[in-house]
């Protein structure tokens, strides 16, 4: 009775809303009493509304009420704190569905502070107390709560599993030792766990150097990407100061062209206006002459005429016409062939360096070297759509299927003239260039070349230079019945392995790996090469008498 008493007390004198015995007790009109702060903090969150209401029977007041301390309320407290009545426990501390709840408890259990792997049961604070106390109990392993403390226990003899069976890498109990393990190697499970423990620390060691290195990695990427933003800038800076040169240099030419121009026009102008002049004088004077003579010429008296005749002026010397160059409108054109000239010179100059200008520009190496790929899984991520250009087929191969198969044929096919056409050989390549990592197979039945080729590879000749895999443009892997050989620059390798009808290509072009693979039920290395790619790439297929070959769809 009392016990129910003292349960009621606690009841009575706590809030609510913490759980806890009343600190600065308020009571509302209502008649609920509450901590003042909890209170004041479950009326904040409803100023918006305007609307006060009791946490428990919900009554709403309107405006805020006051909140007065309740004297008679805060002195109970204070006595039953004196007596040593402890509040009930915060709602927190009861174990909730994500929580490991005290193993002891009735009721509404609280939550366990420790989990004990020999009594296989979980405890709160207050039933810990005998581990802590109690000799035997002191002996006892205790760890963090844990939920799995029934899975130490063995389903076939209830029995704690202390043993570690190594042969067949399980936990058991004595019993299972000298019954179905028997014989096996086994060791006490803190045996076995200071050894996984040590395996442990030998890989967060192995994992930490690896944290290390990677930081150290990061540091290098980060100073590497300042480098090459300052390097970018001081490029950007340093072309446009150039590119300004230039320009001003070319405004000079062209006002000095342009001043010489004007003054030459200026002087010859000036020559022609003076020769004129002397003509129009010299017109002048005829014309007075000629109306002299046509005056005397009309006189009736002989004699008169006679005495007249001497004194007219002798006619000056003519303007000889042999002085007068007439040329047909080319006064200047040579000016502007020889302008034309130097643009043209400077647009060859523009155009075969600028290549050079966007590479050096663009190819900045920095990534951390990626692993090969190993398994045919592996591969096919990096695998590639590759079609066929038909621009470039040779006349006598027949593209189909969306321009992935290819085809030797007796009859010439109707192709459109284009400069990109192999004229000789039968080959044809890739409309899309291959930068990065690529991977692509091949599906062959006859004679063929699996390859890849520099676009500018030589499109017109019958010799090496436009065979692939015969010249420095271009590697190729030839396949046929009889097996595989490599072929580049003109030199023969023999390569083994397994023949099979698909064969698979991996190109990483940054790293200048090309590796050609025999593709059956495994994936066998062929060849593979080393070297350093200058230039995007182009897959190319060579195809022989009667024979076809066809781009794998891998995705």
């Given amino acids: 009775m009392a016990q129910k008493g003292i349960q009621l007390v606690k009841e009575t004198l706590s809030c609510s809303v913490c759980l806890d015995l009343l600190k600065d007790?308020?009571?509302?009109?209502?008649?609920?009493?509450?901590?003042?702060?909890?209170?004041?903090s479950h009326w904040d969150t409803e100023d918006e509304k305007k609307l006060y209401s009791c946490p428990q029977c919900r009554q709403t007041f309107t405006p805020r009420?006051?909140?007065?301390?309740?004297?008679?309320?805060?002195?109970?407290?204070?006595?039953?704190?004196?007596?040593?009545?402890?509040?009930?426990p915060a709602d927190h501390c009861y174990a909730g569905a994500e929580d490991v709840a005290c193993d002891v408890c009735t009721g509404r259990k609280l939550k366990a502070q420790k989990s004990c792997l020999q009594c296989l049961a979980s405890y709160c604070q207050n039933h810990l107390q005998p581990h802590f106390e109690v000799a035997p109990l002191k002996k006892h392993k205790l760890v963090e709560p844990s939920k799995k403390l029934q899975e130490n226990v063995c389903s076939r003899h209830d029995e704690v599993m202390k043993i570690f069976c190594r042969t067949d890498q399980q936990s058991i109990c004595y019993l299972c030792s000298v019954d179905e393990h028997k014989g096996h190697d086994t060791v006490s499970a803190a045996a076995e766990r200071a050894e996984r423990q040590r395996e442990l620390e030998a890989s967060r060691q192995n994992i930490q150097q690896r944290i290390q290195d990677r930081e150290k990695d990061v540091k290098l990427l980060q100073q590497e990407a300042k480098a090459i933003n300052r390097s970018a800038d001081k490029a950007v800076e340093d072309s446009q100061k150039i590119f300004t040169q230039l320009i001003r240099l070319m405004e000079k030419r062209h006002s000095d062209v342009t001043g010489q121009v004007r003054s030459q026009q200026e002087s010859q102008v000036s020559q022609v206006k003076e020769l004129e002049e002397k003509l129009r004088q010299e017109i002048a004077e005829l014309k007075r002459k000629d109306g002299e003579l046509?005056?005397?010429?009309?006189?009736?008296?002989?004699?008169?005429f006679l005495h007249d005749y001497p004194s007219l002026s002798a006619l000056s010397q003519p303007t000889r016409s042999s002085s007068i160059h007439i040329r047909p409108l080319r006064y200047f054109e040579d000016v502007t062939a020889a302008v034309a000239a130097v643009r043209?010179?400077?647009?060859?100059?523009?155009?075969?360096?600028?290549?050079n200008i966007s590479l050096t520009g663009t190819e900045v190496d920095v990534l951390l070297p990626q692993p090969e790929p190993k398994t045919r899984e592996e591969f096919i991520r990096y695998s590639c759509d590759i079609t066929l250009d038909p621009n470039t087929a040779q006349t006598r191969l027949l593209l189909s299927d969306g321009n992935r198969q290819?085809?030797?044929?007796?009859?010439?096919?109707?192709?459109?003239?284009?400069?990109?056409?192999?004229?000789?050989?039968?080959?044809?390549?890739?409309?899309?260039?291959?930068?990065?990592?690529?991977?692509?197979?091949?599906?062959?039945?006859?004679?063929?070349?699996?390859?890849?080729a520099y676009k500018n590879i030589s499109r017109t000749g019958s010799g090496n230079e436009c065979g692939f895999g015969y010249n420095d443009k271009s590697w190729a892997l030839d396949c046929d019945d009889s097996g595989y050989n490599f072929?580049?620059?003109?030199?023969?390798?023999?390569?083994?392995?397994?023949?099979s009808s698909r064969v698979g290509a991996y190109l990483d072009h940054r790293a200048g790996i090309l590796s050609f693979y025999s593709?059956?039920?495994?994936?066998?290395?062929?060849?593979?090469?080393?070297?350093?790619?200058?230039?995007?790439?182009?897959?190319?297929?060579?195809?022989?008498?009667d024979s076809t070959a066809e781009l794998c769809n891998l995705k």
Avoid at 294 to 304: A, E, K, V
Avoid at 487 to 499: L, Q
């Fill in 406 to 452: 290819v085809r030797w044929m007796r009859q010439q096919q109707s192709y459109p003239g284009h400069p990109d056409r192999f004229m000789r050989w039968f080959q044809v390549l890739s409309r899309e260039s291959l930068t990065g990592r690529c991977y692509w197979e091949v599906e062959w039945r006859g004679e063929i070349s699996v390859a890849v």
């Fill in 65 to 88: 009420p006051v909140l007065l301390k309740n004297t008679m309320l805060a002195v109970l407290v204070e006595e039953l704190k004196k007596s040593g009545l402890q509040a009930a």
């Fill in 294 to 304: 046509q005056m005397l010429s009309q006189t009736q008296d002989h004699n008169q």
């Fill in 25 to 40: 007790p308020v009571t509302v009109s209502c008649g609920h009493s509450y901590c003042m702060k909890c209170l004041q």
């Fill in 487 to 499: 072929w580049y620059n003109n030199v023969e390798t023999p390569v083994s392995g397994p023949r």
């Fill in 344 to 355: 043209d010179k400077l647009q060859d100059v523009l155009t075969e360096t600028w290549t």
């Fill in 519 to 545: 593709i059956s039920e495994t994936m066998s290395l062929l060849h593979r090469v080393h070297t350093t790619f200058t230039q995007p790439l182009h897959a190319g297929l060579t195809v022989g008498y």
